[in-house]
């Protein structure tokens, strides 16, 4: 399953809503799609899991939904440590492709 | 505290091989999937591999199968990645995690560089 990331890159500013999109070739059963955070140098962390389910500590301003092949990770006020980059996982079929990532950057 | 901690990363020729160790405390990796994700440099997550609580189960993207072998040790509570027939795209830092699908915890990874 090819899984695509729009867009490649978000400028916005801190308090604003960001919105990133993941798109997968196929439908992905049982809504088996992750998103997940890296910061430079860091090793990625789970922020969403089952396409909408929170990891545990990780704030209500991340929001994930989205069902079948199209889904949307919501961060519904920036804050100055949410901009780092984000990408999709789908693990609904092995293996267990990535999308390319999505940035958010300071505008 | 959950750790995860790589190893044995390092400079290697075209076509040699490595092993990479991911040593894990706080935790017994007997109850849990782990699995392999790389990263080459600038570039994004690549899920590489992962394997059972037993080891009864492996499973591996196309572009490793037949050069890299996932294993465990759980009486070391260790996870293994033997590589061979390495290649300049192999080139990336390896990361082991928790969980056969979703990584749950990270390491901090282990840089593997394939050059002459």
């Known amino acids: 399953i090819v899984v695509t990331q729009s867009p490649g890159t978000l400028s916005l500013s801190p308090g604003e809503r960001a919105t990133l999109s993941c798109r997968a070739s196929q439908t992905v059963s049982s809504n088996y799609l992750a998103w997940y955070q890296q910061k430079p140098g860091q090793a990625p962390r789970v922020l969403i899991y089952g396409a909408s389910s929170r990891a545990t500590g990780i704030p209500d301003r991340f929001s994930g939904s989205g069902s079948g092949t199209d889904f949307t990770l919501t961060i519904s006020r920036l804050e100055p440590e949410d901009f780092a980059v984000y990408y999709c996982?789908?693990?609904?079929?092995?293996?267990?492709?990535f999308g390319q990532g999505t940035k958010v950057e300071i505008k | 505290e959950v750790q995860l901690v790589e190893s044995g990363g390092g400079l290697v020729q075209p076509g040699g091989s490595l092993r990479i160790s991911c040593a894990a405390s706080?935790?017994?990796?007997?109850?849990?999937?782990m699995m392999w994700v790389r990263q080459a440099p600038g570039k994004g997550l690549e899920w590489v591999a992962n394997?059972?609580?037993?080891?009864?189960?492996?499973y591996y993207v196309d572009s490793v199968k037949g050069r890299f072998t996932i294993s465990r040790d759980n009486a070391k509570n260790t996870l293994y990645l033997q590589m061979n027939s390495l290649t300049a795209e192999d080139t990336a830092v390896y990361y082991c995690?928790?969980?056969?699908?979703?990584?749950?915890?990270w390491g901090q990874g282990t840089l593997v560089t394939v050059s002459s």
């Open positions: 995690a928790t969980g056969g699908a979703v990584g749950n915890d």
């Open positions: 996982q789908q693990y609904g079929r092995s293996p267990h492709t």
């Open positions: 394997i059972k609580e037993d080891g009864s189960e492996k």
């Open positions: 706080g935790f017994s990796i007997s109850n849990y999937w």
